[in-house]
């Protein structure tokens, strides 16, 4: 597997270098100032382009814990949202369509197979899937590591594929009842930290459904044991197949140079175990939204980041990152677009 | 001056149940929902139409205070920003650019006359322009009761202009150095707060000027006493000729029933204003980013307020709200575009 590279030092002084220069007091764009560095340096360009192609990318998958109690809704919604985004109907299409941003869906492991949509279409969200469903991880395997590995190799390729079509931006987004428990448990794994201290209420789940989340998580930790030191082993045993397709997709923008906007809890579990499996892929990632998920925050620390925005969203599917689509535009309009003080003549 | 009316509480109402009946997990929104429900409560309609039309509008001005030690920067900037609002090249420009937001420009009280300029432009800066500066608030009068009466006027004739041009949403802007000095005593005397507790740093004071800034602001306090109980005669006392009409504009809108986004500390202190003169404006507005400057966030505290963005921005000009504008955007489309969960027959 290719090394990560970081983003450009040399463009990062320059683009420091022209955010003092701009006809602005000194520090006046706060967050948008450095986030405008960071696109300059990700592109190694001074100023940057502008973020015009922007491309989300859907990893649905279920999750075998979804059948113990650990989600407000039943395993079937997962298929179901599937068909939502295919129609363009879903919260995460009406932001992408708000604001310019291309949505792809995958299958990964999604436990149906979506028999009775069209052929084509059947193909394309199911080209990649790895297996229906993943394991109950308080009681097995997720994956098997040839899946896992599968899946990881499967997200680069989709990465690839849209790095092909043009994207300067790449977000991910989930899709799957019960994904918040395989997401905490990546995190908590790879942090050494116990399920009380990452597991939050995922779409809404009671007292009761968050104790039993917690041993859950906890009885996972228990059987993965040493194996979560290697982050691929933790996939294998923790995550899932579209938890791992995220991971490899994640990882190969940062292999190949291309920035990413994460999402909520799932994006950000692949990203922290995408900068395990790389360390320094983390250089790559911007954080979009925080979540209410305590995990979350704990993986955005870990890597140094801060979510651009706080809007009280726990929608899933992408939502945060595309939200938060602007905020990058604006942080590379400022840098671009603003005169210098030298070309005012004042 | 005609009253303000409420939002309308039928499509409130109306928006609330759709909200609820979105093919979303509840509450999944966050604050993204509620802002939905409030646009369509401004709009009158379920579900509300695209927010496409915005436009700012920059009302700059001098400030005798600034001759006085209580900015970081000279007063010959603010006919500088304002050639540079006109040539597109400020920061407010490239916001606006990116996001698709009209920008005018008016100047109400810069202490120049703009005689370089063609006549054409030079007349549509200035066809509102009440005075040259404002009176050191700390040693006299802002304004004369007359003059301020007439930037009100001026500020309404200008918001009911973009309306009549089509605007669904408005923003206001500001530019002039030591505006944040009369901004803050504005909200000072509202609240009947000391300078202590609402004075911050502008565009990048020191401790020595921050105190300066903060005696000027009390003796202003003191000079305008019991006047302060009125707000028209706050804003001549302690405002300025851009502020007052900032505050006309921004009540005309409320009048006429188009929401605000609302930008920084100027922004805010007009808003909190034009909700002393007709208390229930507030209504019409919203938070569009979280100033540094204390003022600011006990005003909008106040008002019942909380800033969609909180990036670190300190640079004024309507920045502020521009960078909001993408996510009023984001939360029209959700409660219009996403399905609802009758809709999808699972």
Chains 1, 2 share one sequence.
Request: proline content about 5%.
């Amino acid at each position: 597997m290719p090394y990560v590279s970081a983003p450009s030092d040399v463009a990062r002084g320059h683009a420091a270098k022209r955010l003092a220069a701009l006809a602005t007091p000194p520090g006046a764009l706060g967050r948008l100032g450095e986030l405008g560095v960071w696109v300059a340096a990700c592109q190694g360009q001074v100023p940057p382009e502008p973020v015009d192609a922007v491309r989300l990318v859907i990893f649905a998958g279920d999750h075998g814990v979804a059948q113990h109690g650990v989600s407000a809704f039943p395993p079937a919604i997962t298929g179901a949202m599937v068909r939502t985004f295919l129609a363009g109907k879903a919260g995460v299409n009406a932001l992408a369509d708000a604001h310019g941003v291309a949505v792809r869906v995958l299958d990964l492991g999604v436990d149906e197979d979506f028999d009775d949509l069209d052929a084509d279409t059947r193909a394309a969200l199911t080209a990649y899937k790895i297996r229906r469903s993943s394991g109950a991880i308080h009681l097995e395997d997720a994956l098997t590591r040839a899946q896992a590995e599968a899946a990881l190799a499967a997200g680069a390729a989709v990465a690839r594929e849209e790095i092909l079509a043009g994207a300067q931006l790449l977000l991910s987004g989930d899709m799957g009842i019960g994904n918040t428990t395989p997401a905490a448990a990546l995190i908590a794994a790879g942090l050494g930290l116990p399920a009380s201290e990452v597991v939050g209420r995922g779409t809404g789940i009671d007292d009761e459904a968050l104790r039993f989340k917690a041993h859950v998580i906890d009885d996972a930790l228990v059987r993965a044991g040493e194996r979560a030191e290697d982050p691929v082993e933790t996939l294998a045993a923790l995550g899932s197949a579209d938890l791992a397709a995220t991971t490899g997709y994640l990882l190969a923008a940062a292999q190949d140079g291309v920035p990413v906007l994460l999402d909520g809890l799932m994006s950000v579990a692949c990203a922290f175990t995408a900068d395990r499996i790389e360390p320094g892929a983390a250089a790559w990632f911007a954080a979009g939204h925080r979540s209410t998920e305590p995990a979350q925050s704990l993986a955005l620390a870990k890597m140094g980041l801060e979510p651009l925005l706080d809007l009280g969203m726990r929608l899933g599917e992408g939502t945060g990152a595309v939200a938060a689509v602007p905020v990058v535009r604006s942080a590379t309009a400022l840098l671009r677009d603003v005169a210098l003080l030298s070309e005012l003549g004042t």
